[in-house]
């Protein structure tokens, strides 16, 4: 089983549809650092995915580090500033679409978003 999983900071506090624009932005980028065939296995599969949350930026970094150490694939959104955020913050991370055991060893004791 693949799953993706993607990790929200909630201290900046941002809108819905804002969250939702940058799990996105996570989702699609971190797909591009995936192997086709990874793809289309997870996307027969039901394409997974999992939105966690962290409390703030160093948290997340942890996370990103983490997956980054396991060799999964990943993607961190740096905002750009067009509507609620300052450019450059960075808002979430993406993992995967990995094998689920493997991403579950990084993200698996966050809460849900």
């Known amino acids: 089983m693949y799953k993706q999983a993607i990790v929200v900071r909630t201290d900046l506090k941002m809108g819905k549809g804002k969250v939702i624009a940058q799990c996105c932005h996570a989702s699609l980028g971190c797909i591009e650092e995936v192997s086709p065939r990874v793809v289309k296995l ?13 409390k703030n930026l160093r948290k997340l970094r ?5 997956a ?3 060799r999964l694939p990943c993607f961190l959104v740096k905002n750009r500033g067009k509507t609620q955020l300052r450019p450059g913050t960075t808002t979430c991370v993406a993992i995967g679409p990995a094998k689920e055991v493997e991403v ?3 993200t698996g004791k966050l809460k849900l978003l």
């Open 42 to 54: 997870w996307k027969e599969e039901g394409a997974k995915k999992v939105i966690l949350q962290v």
């Open 62 to 66: 942890a996370i990103y580090r983490k």
């Open 68 to 70: 980054l150490a396991a």
């Open 104 to 106: 579950d060893k990084v």
